[in-house]
């Protein structure tokens, strides 16, 4: 049972170069999310899906871009890198809540970027 | 705004010694609270859930509390061991959140020494 998975685990990007964020669950989850998470500053949310074609802002999507074109995929794209854009970037998905009980997040395993 | 405070941030404990990790929250309307793991350069593992009816969830060593109206969850460790060494987060899902997202605490960094 796979989960969560986020490919690639591990990138190095340049200054104004771009590039796409893969997260895949296998779970059948509605609700999908993208996290960034920098030392003293805790977990953040960029941009999260309600469901299949729909995307919206989270705390810091400036730089950002996301697509839910696929329920089971979330992709999260930075268009021209920046030095500020190097973080651990934690994709999560949970279902869709049930009344008034929560439902669990599951978290993938981590992108560590580095961008120079 | 929600703030969610994890103290202490840091902890180091004998092993065999019961681990009390501390999270509190401002705004007590919340689904839920979420207990995670953190391993370095690793993911966030799920712990424990807790649904804002319920006062307390165990699962094997592991027991969270939770008192909604005093914004606060507490989890225990019990008969710590080197293996639990790692970061222990909080989350919490306000019921006003737009898409139901998770407001974290700062995490607690958890030594055990053998």
């Known amino acids: 049972n796979a989960g969560v998975t986020q490919t690639p685990k591990f990138r190095v990007l340049k200054t104004g170069q771009s590039m796409t964020l893969l997260c895949a669950q296998d779970?059948?989850?509605?609700?999908m999310y993208w996290y960034r998470q920098d030392p003293g500053m805790g977990l953040r949310l960029i941009h999260y899906s309600v469901g299949e074609g729909t995307t919206a802002k989270g705390e810091v999507p400036d730089g950002y871009n996301v697509s839910r074109l696929k329920k089971q995929n979330f992709l999260l794209g930075l268009e021209s890198a920046a030095p500020s854009q190097t973080s651990v970037y934690f994709c999560?998905?949970?279902?869709?809540?049930?009344?008034?009980?929560?439902?669990?997040?599951?978290f993938g395993q981590g992108t560590r970027l580095t961008v120079v | 705004k929600q703030e969610v405070t994890q103290i202490p941030a840091a902890l180091s404990v004998p092993e065999g010694e019961n681990l009390v990790l501390n999270c509190s929250f401002t705004?007590?309307?919340?689904?839920?609270l979420q207990w995670f793991r953190q391993d370095p350069g690793k993911g966030l593992t799920s712990l424990l859930l807790?649904?804002?009816?319920?006062r307390e969830q165990t699962s094997g060593r592991l027991n969270a509390s939770l008192d909604k109206s005093s914004g606060r969850s507490t989890l225990y460790i019990a008969a710590s061991q080197p293996g639990d060494s790692a970061t222990y987060l909080c989350?919490?899902?306000?019921?006003?959140?737009?898409?139901?997202?998770?407001?974290f605490g700062g995490g607690t960094r958890v030594l055990v020494k053998p």
């Open positions: 705004d007590s309307a919340i689904y839920n």
């Open positions: 999560a998905s949970r279902e869709k809540r049930q009344g008034k009980l929560g439902t669990e997040a599951f």
């Open positions: 779970m059948n989850h509605e609700y």
């Open positions: 807790i649904q804002s009816s319920q």
């Open positions: 989350a919490v899902r306000l019921i006003k959140a737009a898409g139901n997202k998770l407001t």
